[in-house]
Every structure is written in structure tokens, then in C-alpha cells.
């Protein structure tokens, strides 16, 4: 099976858990529909793969790792419809469908928003994620720095004060791994923290998704600059138009290509054993670099 047929199989299976959980827990008011509209539409749940298949690795129980995916998945989904607000990165679609704050209005996808970012703490706090609650505290730390002011939210505020000035590229790697890395990170560590494995396999796994989420990064610039509406689901070329720090804004396509595929191959240098034993992870770290091929 490769690898996209695998990520479609456990999208189909993670979104009937999601939808499930979302519905037993909410309400038929409006700020539930928002969240409920927010979550449920569409993407390719790549952050939810990632973790079952750190899970399958580490021999997470997957009643437990469906949990995580939860949680992961409602901050994602918490952080695109804050993305799309006009005071934010102002985009009237997403996946093609309207933005929450459109199909709604305004207040409600703010609060959409945090009500979904604490429907994730109040996931990874349930004794369903795992019934040692020092590894569900554990999880609830290492989630809360990853979207913090060092991870997500340092990350985004770094984004828009980037905009329309001439950003070293060190510093716009740093934003790609606050804002977009941290959450990757933590999908691929957090079955390792529920497996109480050494600290060497749970840094091998933070590695991983930050050099992960760089490369989606890297290639989701390059999307946005080169593919229409109908490809990206939301408004394209607009991280030039709003005068975006990104590295395909410093350099050309080809320079990042090979880049990626070098930060690649040091890593894998680095842990082939890894690589050896779950060869999974070499398509992993080459499903970004397909998309601009």
C-alpha cells in the first residue's frame, strides 16, 4: 500500500472517531456549529497520521493515540480559523468552503477558536487518552509550550511583524519551526511520552516532525506562489501580496529543493537505524517534496 492510500485510509478512519467524539461533546447551539464547521472541513489529517504512525512504532494503544489525534487536530483546526480572520492573514476560503469567520461572522470563529483549543486540553485530560495521569500532565506540558509563546502563537506574532521587511533567513527558519514545526513535533513525540520511552527516542521524535513540518513549510510557500484557487482551496499567491517573510521570497524553487533534500539526508544520516527498522519514514519525509515536483 503506498503511502497515499494509506494517509486516505486512516483519514477516512480518524474522521468518523473526530466526528463522533465532536458530536458527543457539543452542543446544538451556534459557537458548536462553528467549531463542528471548522473541524470537519475537509484536509488530509496529516498531523493525525503522523501520529498513528509514531503510535504503531512506539505500540500505542490506538484507543489512546485516536485521542491525541483528537486533541492535535482540534488545535489545528482551532489555528486555521484564527489564520483566516481579517486581523490575521484575512481569507474569505479555506479548503475551498468559506471560512468559519464568513460562514458565520467574526465573533463567533474567534470563539470557535477557543472553545476548540480547550476542547483539546479537556481531551488530553481524560483518562480515555491514558490512565497514568503523570503522562497525560506530561502531554498537557509539551502541548502548551508547542502553542505558546514559544511554539504556535510566538511563531504566527512573528509572521505578521516579518511582513514587508527584509527578514534574515535564520530568523524566518525560526519562525517556521515556532509556528508550524512545534505542532508536528509534538504528533510525532507524544506516543513516545505515552510508551515512557528513553529520552534519546522521544528527541529522535521531536526531530522528526520539526524537520517535517519545515520542509511542509517550505513547500506550502511555494504551493501558495505557484498553484490556483482550485488546487489550494483558499486565495492564491497571497503571502506575496501581503509582503510575507517566507524563503521562496529570499531564493528560488530549485535552491529549496535542494536544501530540503540535504537537511533530509543529514538527518537520516543521523538516525539510520530508525530509518532501518520503519522505512515508513523515509516516505514520510519525501511525501512534502512530491507536491512540488
Excluded at 458565520?104 to 480547550?118: P, Q, R, S, V, W
Excluded at 528560488?252 to 532501518?276: A, G, T, V
Aim: charged share 30%; hydrophobic share 35%.
Amino acid at each position: 500500500m503506498n503511502i497515499n492510500t494509506l494517509i486516505n485510509k486512516e483519514k477516512k478512519n480518524f474522521d468518523l472517531f473526530f466526528k463522533k467524539i465532536l458530536k458527543s461533546h457539543l452542543s446544538k447551539g451556534q459557537l458548536s456549529k462553528a467549531m463542528y464547521y471548522g473541524s470537519m472541513n475537509g484536509g488530509k489529517r496529516i498531523r493525525p497520521f503522523l501520529i498513528n504512525i509514531f503510535s504503531n512504532i512506539a505500540r500505542v494503544k490506538k484507543s489512546y493515540s485516536l485521542m491525541v489525534c483528537t486533541a492535535v487536530e482540534s488545535i489545528h483546526s482551532y489555528s486555521l480559523i484564527h489564520d483566516d480572520l481579517p486581523s490575521m492573514d484575512n481569507d474569505d476560503f479555506r479548503r475551498g468552503k468559506l471560512s468559519t469567520h464568513k460562514k458565520f461572522n467574526e465573533a463567533t470563529a474567534i470563539l470557535a477558536g477557543d472553545a476548540l483549543h480547550d476542547f483539546a486540553f479537556e481531551i488530553l485530560s481524560d483518562k480515555k487518552t491514558h490512565p497514568d495521569f503523570e503522562k497525560r500532565i506530561k502531554l498537557i506540558k509539551r502541548l502548551s509550550i508547542a502553542l505558546g509563546h514559544r511554539g504556535l502563537a510566538g511563531g504566527q506574532s512573528l509572521d505578521l511583524i516579518f511582513e514587508n521587511k527584509d527578514i534574515k533567513t535564520s530568523n524566518i527558519l525560526k519562525m517556521y519551526e515556532m509556528k508550524t514545526s512545534s505542532l508536528f513535533s509534538f504528533s510525532c513525540s507524544a506516543p513516545y511520552i505515552l510508551a515512557e520511552s528513553s529520552r534519546k527516542e522521544i528527541k529522535f521524535a521531536e526531530e522528526f516532525g520539526n524537520l517535517f513540518g519545515l520542509i511542509f513549510q517550505i513547500t506550502d510557500d511555494i504551493i501558495d506562489e505557484e498553484k490556483n484557487f482550485k488546487y489550494l482551496g483558499k486565495t492564491p499567491g497571497k503571502d506575496k501580496k501581503q509582503g510575507k517573510s517566507t524563503l521562496i521570497s529570499n531564493t528560488n524553487k530549485d535552491q529549496l529543493k535542494k536544501y530540503c533534500l540535504s537537511e533530509i539526508y543529514s538527518f537520516r544520516s543521523k538516525y539510520l537505524i530508525y530509518f532501518k527498522d520503519y522505512p515508513i519514514l523515509n516516505d514520510l519525509l519525501k511525501l512534502n517534496m512530491k507536491r512540488i515536483n
